[in-house]
């Protein structure tokens, strides 16, 4: 992404690599003004993210960035950008309880796909049978 991508505009647009569908997010409130920060006085035309060599950065660099605050944060989970997106699915789906909506965001097949991408299929098994006593 591009400065000129984020820069005084409510939506983030993207094409996704996978899939080849366009993805459009809204810009809530709370990011709006730290994108207004982040990108005063840059050309349109520049790199959102950058590394310290001033390349665009990639998938791999955002990767070993996150591992990096990871170790830092003392959390022994190996992380990254997918780790990240399944995270987002896991935690709206326990705040919205909308699988429908969430198969949506994710492009997904099936319900039942989504649930197994979030790790809720195999949460909910193991409630059951924490909760199951005669």
């Not at 820069?7 to 730290?34: A, D, H, R, V």
């Not at 996150?66 to 987002?88: L, P, S």
Request: net charge positive; proline share 4%.
């Amino acid at each position: 992404m591009n400065v000129g991508d984020v820069k005084g505009k409510s939506f983030i647009q993207i094409i996704e690599q996978k899939t080849g569908k366009p993805k459009k997010f809204p810009i809530n409130s709370k990011l709006k003004p730290m994108l207004d920060t982040f990108t005063k006085g840059r050309k349109d035309s520049e790199p959102l993210f950058t590394t310290i060599f001033k390349n665009r950065m990639e998938r791999t660099a955002a990767y070993r960035i996150i591992n990096n605050a990871c170790k830092i944060a003392k959390i022994e989970a190996k992380a990254g950008t997918h780790t990240m997106r399944k995270t987002f699915g896991y935690h709206h789906y326990k705040k919205f309880k909308d699988i429908a909506m969430l198969q949506k965001i994710f492009n997904h097949y099936s319900p039942e796909i989504t649930l197994r991408y979030i790790g809720i299929e195999q949460e909910q098994i193991e409630e059951s049978y924490t909760q199951f006593v005669l």
